[in-house]
């Protein structure tokens, strides 16, 4: 059975970088989309970015100045940086499992979800 | 940048069957992937593939894609299927996109 299991900084302040991780339980690392999504209270879903395990990245054109995804594949973890926060992105953010078939691309595995709020 | 759209809310009474919308521009020239999420929970993916049913969700979950608009479909629906609904899709182009979600009542 597979888990995602995330953790990381849930109150920030104006200006710092936010940091999450997740880690993989169960199943291959590899042949998945690695994906931060994130939830702003009360609202829809936003796609952040995804990385797999060769180490290719795609980001969000909106956040792409401000966002890194990282993977550690001796550990099942991948990573979260997003700088220079601000109150808009307070949000809850999610790690998922991407599988992607020949013309299909879908989240079949999440995190438990982060609350992550921006705050001075 | 393409957009899909749904529904702010959905209403149905128990045992009958609730339609919610998801439109983009061909939408059925791509696949549709539906979740759902219950209030203070993880979303769960419920339909992929258009109309493909993960393991573990019920039979009363279907899905449809045509033109522009895919449809997820609750059969029987029970007072625990009450939860926000999320359409996505994907293409080359796009990346992923996230419809703004659905909040079925069922009353």
């Known amino acids: 059975q597979v888990q995602l299991q995330q953790w990381g900084a849930g109150l920030l302040k104006p200006s710092e970088t936010l940091s999450l991780t997740c880690a993989v339980y169960?199943?291959?690392?590899?042949?998945?989309?690695w994906t931060w999504i994130r939830q702003p209270p009360g609202k829809g879903l936003e796609w952040i970015g995804e990385?797999?395990?060769?180490?290719?990245?795609n980001y969000n054109p909106s956040l792409k100045s401000r966002v890194t995804i990282s993977l550690d594949t001796s550990k099942n973890q991948l990573s979260l940086k997003l700088t220079s926060v601000t109150a808009a992105d307070t949000a809850v953010f999610y790690c998922?499992?991407?599988?992607?078939?020949?013309?299909?691309?879908?989240?079949?595995?999440w995190g438990q979800g982060t609350l992550v709020t921006v705050s001075s | 940048s393409y957009e899909l759209t749904q529904p702010p809310s959905v209403s149905v009474s128990p045992g009958q069957t609730a339609g919610i919308t998801c439109s983009g521009h061909?939408?059925?020239?791509?696949?549709a992937s539906w979740y759902q999420q219950k209030p203070g929970q993880s979303p769960v993916l419920v339909i992929y593939?258009?109309?493909k049913r993960p393991s573990g969700i019920p039979e009363r979950f279907s899905g449809s894609n045509s033109g522009n608009t895919a449809t997820l479909s609750i059969s029987g629906t029970q007072a625990m299927d009450e939860a926000d609904y999320y359409c996505?899709?994907?293409?080359?182009?796009?990346?992923?996109?996230f419809g703004g979600g659905t909040k079925l009542t069922v009353l």
């Open positions: 990385i797999i395990q060769s180490g290719y990245t």
């Open positions: 061909k939408l059925g020239d791509k696949y």
């Open positions: 593939e258009d109309n």
């Open positions: 996505q899709a994907w293409d080359s182009s796009t990346a992923v996109v």
């Open positions: 169960g199943g291959s690392f590899s042949s998945y989309y």
């Open positions: 998922a499992r991407g599988v992607y078939g020949s013309s299909d691309y879908y989240y079949d595995y």
